[in-house]
């Protein structure tokens, strides 16, 4: 692996694991397009350990409330739309959290193989790119957008979580697809991207924890670049705390109209480049 591609690499994935666009996706198709060959196991832990950090970090606050709520039965107060919201009791969001990461949890278990084989290839990226759009896009126009995270019950976060196991794909968006089943469930935006924030933490930690299994049963826990890879970390964390702060401020004033429309001129893009042979 070179210097460079482990720049753009550690980039994107910071950038695109919390915007609506799908940060495996774009892995996938940042390799086709500059043609490298895989980076390995151990920098995909690594980068994926750095958005998690982000995520933790930057909502901290948050986590560490909840933390000490859990065990003295306290309540969580949350932050949106720049005002403080009612709270919640601890247990309780702890619960909505658990059960709205049970279905991904599940179907990434179920697809596993595919996953690392068939799927990750342009055309499927592609095809779930343009997935991505048509989610987006019914959560726009569909959803009633009243209600705050703080009243959110466990059949609105059930549908998050629903929705947020079809990004088991790559292409299409965790981010995505979580804040576009809040949305339906008639979560405000910034309710539906503060439940997506915390629902990263299990699917990302869950994700590296398989990575980390794979790198420990396999044969790459041995002469690695870790230079390289410690830089990818750091890459990622910045670029994925960057990404969070622009992303919470800008849905609280626009729509998702930008990012469906980069998504699905990506997608079509890329299926018209591979019919004439690229």
Same mark, same amino acid.
């Given at each position: 692996?070179?210097?460079?591609?482990?720049?753009?690499?550690? &980039?994107?994935?910071?950038? $695109?694991?919390?915007?609506?666009?799908?940060?495996?996706?774009?892995?996938?198709?940042?390799?086709?397009?500059?043609?490298?060959?895989?980076?390995?196991? =151990?920098?995909?832990?690594?980068?994926?350990?750095?958005?998690?950090?982000?995520?933790?970090?930057?909502?901290?606050?948050?986590?560490?409330?909840?933390?000490?709520?859990?065990?003295?039965?306290?309540?969580?107060?949350?932050?949106?739309?720049?005002?403080?919201?009612?709270?919640?009791?601890?247990?309780? /969001? *702890?619960?909505?959290?658990? &059960?709205?990461?049970?279905?991904?949890?599940?179907?990434? /278990?179920? +697809?596993?193989?595919?996953?690392?084989?068939?799927?990750?290839?342009?055309?499927?990226? #592609?095809?779930?790119?343009?997935?991505?759009?048509?989610?987006?896009?019914?959560?726009?126009? !569909?959803?009633?957008?009243?209600?705050?995270?703080? $009243?959110?019950?466990?059949?609105?976060?059930? &549908?998050?979580?629903?929705?947020? #196991?079809? #990004? =088991?794909?790559?292409?299409?968006?965790?981010?995505?697809?979580?804040?576009?089943?809040?949305? +339906?469930?008639?979560?405000?935006?910034?309710?539906?991207?503060?439940?997506?924030?915390? *629902? #990263?933490?299990?699917?990302?930690?869950?994700?590296?924890?398989?990575?980390?299994?794979?790198? !420990?049963?396999?044969?790459?826990?041995?002469?690695?670049?870790?230079?390289?890879?410690?830089?990818?970390?750091?890459?990622?964390?910045?670029?994925?705390?960057?990404?969070?702060?622009?992303?919470?401020?800008?849905?609280?004033?626009?729509?998702?109209?930008?990012?469906?429309?980069?998504?699905?001129?990506?997608?079509?893009? =890329? /299926?018209?480049?591979?019919?004439?042979?690229?």
């Amino acid at each position: 692996m070179s210097t460079e591609q482990a720049i753009v690499l550690a &980039i994107v994935q910071g950038i $695109t694991e919390f915007l609506p666009v799908s940060s495996s996706g774009h892995l996938v198709l940042s390799s086709w397009i500059f043609n490298w060959p895989d980076q390995g196991l =151990v920098y995909d832990a690594a980068v994926h350990l750095g958005t998690l950090l982000a995520v933790l970090i930057y909502f901290r606050k948050t986590w560490i409330t909840l933390v000490r709520g859990i065990f003295t039965n306290g309540s969580v107060y949350l932050l949106e739309d720049g005002e403080t919201a009612p709270s919640v009791p601890a247990r309780r /969001l *702890l619960g909505l959290i658990v &059960i709205a990461s049970i279905p991904i949890a599940i179907v990434g /278990l179920l +697809l596993r193989d595919q996953l690392e084989s068939s799927l990750r290839k342009p055309e499927a990226v #592609a095809i779930s790119l343009i997935g991505t759009a048509v989610l987006l896009t019914l959560a726009e126009y !569909l959803g009633a957008r009243s209600r705050r995270l703080a $009243t959110a019950t466990a059949r609105d976060t059930t &549908i998050a979580g629903i929705f947020q #196991a079809a #990004a =088991v794909l790559p292409g299409v968006s965790r981010a995505g697809a979580t804040m576009a089943g809040g949305m +339906l469930g008639n979560l405000t935006r910034d309710a539906a991207a503060r439940l997506s924030f915390l *629902l #990263a933490v299990p699917a990302i930690g869950g994700s590296g924890l398989f990575l980390m299994i794979d790198v !420990l049963t396999g044969d790459e826990s041995g002469d690695q670049q870790w230079g390289l890879i410690l830089l990818g970390a750091f890459i990622s964390f910045a670029t994925g705390y960057l990404a969070i702060a622009w992303l919470m401020r800008v849905l609280r004033t626009r729509s998702f109209r930008p990012f469906i429309a980069y998504v699905a001129i990506a997608g079509v893009a =890329v /299926l018209i480049a591979r019919a004439f042979g690229a």
